[in-house]
Structures are given as C-alpha cells and as structure tokens.
C-alpha cells in the first residue's frame, strides 16, 4: 500500500514568517513530486514540482525533496493571508508517463494569520 | 482557454435515482480520471482512463461506472446512488507526454448530495 503522509494541521503562521509544510511517503521508487494548493470549496491546482535531490525555488516557494529519507517540503517564504489552504502533496511513480501513478496525500490546511 | 469542465456542479437526489456527471476537456489530454473528496479523507481516485476505451479502477470504484468513448469526455454515472457517495467530486485529466506529465488539471468539482 503507497502511503503518502502529512500532518492535517491546521498550521498557523503569522504573516511575513516562512510556513514549513511536510511529507513523507513510503514507496521508495517514487519518481516525481509535486505540491498542489486548494482554497476552501475550489479545486486543487499544481504550485510546485521536483524531481531531483535538493531544492527548487520559484518565487516565494521552495520545494525540497531528500530520496533517501523519503521526505518532501515545501516552504513558504514572507507567508501571505492569501496563502491560506490545504496544501496537498502527491507523489508519482513514474518520472514521466501519465499521472496514473499519482497518490495523494491528505493534505495540511494552513491558516496565516495576519 | 484550457479547462476542464464538470456539470452538475451541484445536485441534490434521492437513493437510488441514476444520475450522471459529466467531464469534458480541451486540451487534448490522454489520461482523465475522477476523484471524490470528504473530509479527513482527502482526494481519492474512482476511476481513470488512460486512452479512450481503457478505463481502470481507482482505490474506491464500488457503486460507480464510467466510459471514455471521446478522448475529451469522461462521464461519471452513479447507477444506484446511496448515501454514502454524498461528496464533493472533481474530475481530472492530464497529457502522458512531455515534461511535467504528472501535472494533473481539475475541473471546479460536483457537490453531489445524496437523500
């Protein structure tokens, strides 16, 4: 059974600080990994990706990912009201070839308080 | 614009009345698949479709039906529906090819309310 695993939080952070949001997953063959966002009632939507050991900025957003302690952050720097959400990451099998291989985890809901 | 389009968006029905969902999309995608969404449960896949006519089940297929006649459209059909299928559900797709192939579009979600 793949199993991807985050804290459900909520998690608050105050305005400005940088919010930590974490994963763990338990297929070690996992190939790509990604961070999606979803605002109360609305659909997710892909905010970051890696696929590579390391860090991967872009903009206010840092994706961090460690293969060999199967973890996956992802970091938030000056935290916004408007960040506010859950924040779900999922984890394919595949390095490329369809999101067949995609499981979700349950999300962490982030609360940044002004 | 690219988008993937789901209708209802909100259905209210009684036990066991059919009802279907309906998802079409856009872009040309060759994988779409539906999940539901509850809470304290997060996203859990019903069922995908990796091409038209292949359809496979997901974590949680019982009481569901699909078909992928068209490459744009993946209907849902609840043939018997119950309780216990009152969720919130979104429908997906995302292309098999290119670099960021596990990118999936969603549709703004079915509220589906079962009596």
């Known amino acids: 059974q793949k199993e991807v695993e985050q804290n459900s939080g909520p998690l608050s952070v105050p305005e400005g600080a940088i919010a930590s949001l974490n994963c763990t997953y338990s297929?070690?063959?996992?190939?790509?990994f990604f961070w999606y966002r979803q605002y109360s009632g609305k659909s997710p939507e892909l905010i970051m990706f890696?696929?590579?050991?390391g860090d991967k900025e872009d903009g206010r957003f840092t994706a961090q990912l460690n293969k060999a302690s199967q973890y996956v952050s992802l970091l938030i720097r000056d935290s916004q009201p408007s960040d506010s959400a859950t924040y779900l990451c999922?984890?394919?099998?595949?390095?490329?070839?369809?999101?067949?291989?995609?499981?979700f985890g349950k999300g962490t809901h982030l609360i940044i308080q002004p | 614009e690219a988008q993937v389009t789901q209708n209802p968006r909100y259905l209210i029905t009684v036990t066991g009345k059919k009802l279907t969902v309906t998802c079409s999309q856009n872009?040309?995608?060759?994988?779409m698949s539906w999940y539901r969404q509850d809470p304290g449960l997060g996203l859990r896949q019903i069922y995908y479709?990796?091409?038209?006519?292949?359809?496979d089940k997901g974590d949680v297929p019982e009481g569901y039906k699909v078909s992928r006649k068209e490459k744009r459209n993946f209907p849902l059909i609840l043939e018997s529906p119950s309780p216990n299928q009152t969720s919130l559900y979104f429908c997906?797709?995302?292309?098999?090819?290119?670099?960021?192939?596990?990118?999936?579009?969603f549709g703004e979600g079915s509220r589906l309310t079962v009596l």
């Open positions: 997906a797709s995302s292309s098999r090819t290119g670099v960021n192939t596990g990118e999936l579009f």
């Open positions: 297929d070690r063959g996992s190939q790509s």
């Open positions: 890696i696929y590579s050991n």
């Open positions: 999922a984890v394919n099998k595949w390095a490329g070839g369809g999101a067949d291989g995609l499981t």
């Open positions: 872009m040309n995608h060759e994988y």
């Open positions: 479709s990796m091409n038209v006519e292949v359809t």
